[in-house]
């Protein structure tokens, strides 16, 4: 059975910094990376990483202050988290699957792990 399972949310004021972990059961991807769905609003794309060609944290809302990275063994994935904001509030899914953009649904999700920054 594959499973994603995050880990790592909580509660932290601004300015503060979380890392977030996303550890792969039952298979391994070619791609990881990291939504987040804030209340009342569409999930967003923030970041992927494949194992052949990583990739950055590119979105807007979070670029040069979320990195994101994997183990060798190509079942977890992290996302630091740096710098944070209120606006950063939201619940984090873990998403994996032959690629991860923003422009598609990927095959599997975690549960996801809530983070809320107080100001």
């Known amino acids: 059975q594959v499973q994603l399972v995050e880990s790592g949310g909580g509660l932290v004021q601004a300015g503060g910094s979380l890392r977030l972990s996303c550890a792969a059961s039952?298979?391994?991807?070619?791609?990881m990376g990291w939504f987040r769905q804030a209340p009342g609003k569409e999930r967003e794309f923030l970041c992927a990483?494949?194992?052949?060609?990583?990739?950055?944290c590119n979105a807007d809302a979070v670029k040069g202050r979320f990195t994101i990275s994997r183990d060798n063994a190509k079942t977890t994935v992290y996302l630091q988290m740096n710098s944070l904001k209120p606006e950063d509030t939201a619940v984090y899914y873990c998403?994996?699957?032959?690629?991860?953009?923003?422009?598609?649904?990927?095959?599997?999700w975690g549960r996801g792990t809530q983070v809320t920054v107080s100001s």
């Open positions: 998403a994996a699957g032959s690629t991860v953009v923003a422009t598609a649904t990927p095959e599997y």
């Open positions: 039952g298979r391994t991807f070619n791609a």
């Open positions: 990483i494949d194992w052949s060609v990583p990739r950055t």
